[in-house]
Nanobody, 123 residues
Framework: QVQLVESGGGLVQPGGSLRLSCAAS????????IGWFRQAPGKEREGVSC????????YWPDSVKGRFTISRDSAKSTVYLQMDSLKPEDTAVYYC????????????????WGKGTQVTVSS
């Protein structure tokens, strides 16, 4: 059974850092694409980053490039999203999602989703 579980969210001050984790089970992480998405209140879900064997590493909003870093630990079946220099506009629920084999920034193209973790950036 495919399962994705996010963790690592919380409240952080502007300029701070968080590392989100996406623990994956029930499928071969090595041959899958794992995307990170976020959804702020009243806004559509947007793609943030993705990692896959086929595409490598992708970041989509210009606003996160240079601040967010995605990585994968295959031995732990976990994908991480390191978020630095956080801004209030990064506040959202962050989700990880699975598709194969390529990355996409279209949420509807992902098959499985975690339940999300809340990230709040506020002083």
């Amino acid at each position: 059974q495919v399962q994705l579980v996010e963790s690592g969210g919380g409240l952080v001050q502007p300029g701070g850092s968080l590392r989100l984790s996406c623990a994956a089970s029930g499928f071969n992480l090595e041959y899958s694409a794992i995307g990170w998405f976020r959804q702020a209140p009243g806004k559509e879900r947007e793609g943030v980053s993705c990692i896959s064997k086929k595409d490598g590493i992708l970041y989509w909003p210009d606003s996160v490039k240079g601040r967010f870093t995605i990585s994968r630990d295959s031995a732990k079946s976990t994908v991480y999203l390191q978020m630095d220099s956080l801004k209030p506009e990064d506040t959202a629920v962050y989700y990880c999602a699975l598709r194969t084999p390529y990355c996409s920034n279209i949420p509807q193209s992902y098959v499985n989703w975690g339940k999300g973790t809340q990230v709040t950036v506020s002083s």
